[in-house]
T-cell receptor, first 112, second 114 residues
Framework: DGGITQSPKYLFRKEGQNVTLSCEQNLNHDAMYWYRQDPGQGLRLIYYSQIVNDFQKGDIAEGYSVSREKKESFPLTVTSAQKNPTAFYLC???????????FGNGTRLTVT | AQSVTQLDSHVSVSEGTPVLLRCNYSSSYSPSLFWYVQHPNKGLQLLLKYTSAATLVKGINGFEAEFKKSETSFHLTKPSAHMSDAAEYFCVVAIAQGAQKLVFGQGTRLTINP
């Protein structure tokens, strides 16, 4: 989706390091989401934010942190406390209740 | 509890034949339902959505889905498969009225044989 930019596309880190994944949107949508995808599995919700300066934990928030200082940006930090950080991370936005999510192209994180 | 089940983890069809990807849901409310497609190393793209209007929903790339409340199903179909349809497909349900959280199915991998 052209209005949602995730960077970088591929990211490599050593175990024990924190890493921050970027998600920027120019769609002016209020709600933003972070999902994790592992091979052969559906998407699992990490965090979401409905408004600036507010966010809620999803189903697998342990070992992750987020901030929402601007409407356009919702960065995700994968901390050293996350036991299995290697995965494909997807950012999504949504403009209102019951409307669909619109996804970025994802960041593939590999931690060795 | 609200949930969504994709009945097949893998579907294989020949090019030019019909496609059927099955999805059942469980919801306490009249749900909003979506189908997404994901190509390798890409984000998810919305194919179609049902939000309590017409029960037969037409989407992009020739796909359509029918909401059947009595069967709690929202199966995705396409009359004639194309090689470019090979991808992973996800059925998604909004778990409650006004919900900010969506529940994803486990996905169905569609393979197209020449």
């Amino acid at each position: 989706d052209g209005g949602i930019t995730q960077s970088p596309k591929y990211l490599f880190r050593k175990e024990g390091q924190n890493v921050t994944l970027s998600c920027e949107q120019n769609l002016n949508h209020d709600a933003m989401y972070w999902y994790r995808q592992d091979p052969g599995q559906g998407l699992r919700l990490i965090y979401y934010s409905q408004i600036v300066n507010d966010f809620q934990k999803g189903d697998i928030a342990e070992g992750y942190s987020v901030s929402r200082e601007k409407k356009e940006s919702f960065p995700l930090t994968v901390t050293s406390a996350q036991k299995n950080p290697t995965a494909f991370y997807l950012c999504a936005v949504r403009d209102r209740y019951n409307s669909p999510l619109h996804f970025g192209n994802g960041t593939r994180l590999t931690v060795t | 509890a609200q949930s969504v089940t994709q009945l097949d983890s893998h579907v294989s069809v020949s090019e030019g034949t019909p496609v059927l990807l099955r999805c059942n849901y469980s919801s306490s409310y009249s749900p909003s339902l979506f189908w997404y497609v994901q190509h390798p190393n890409k984000g998810l793209q919305l194919l179609l959505k049902y939000t309590s209007a017409a029960t037969l929903v037409k989407g992009i790339n020739g796909f359509e889905a029918e909401f059947k409340k009595s069967e709690t199903s929202f199966h995705l179909t396409k009359p004639s498969a194309h090689m470019s349809d090979a991808a992973e497909y996800f059925c998604v349900v909004a778990i409650a009225q006004g919900a900010q959280k969506l529940v994803f199915g486990q996905g169905t991998r569609l393979t197209i044989n020449p």
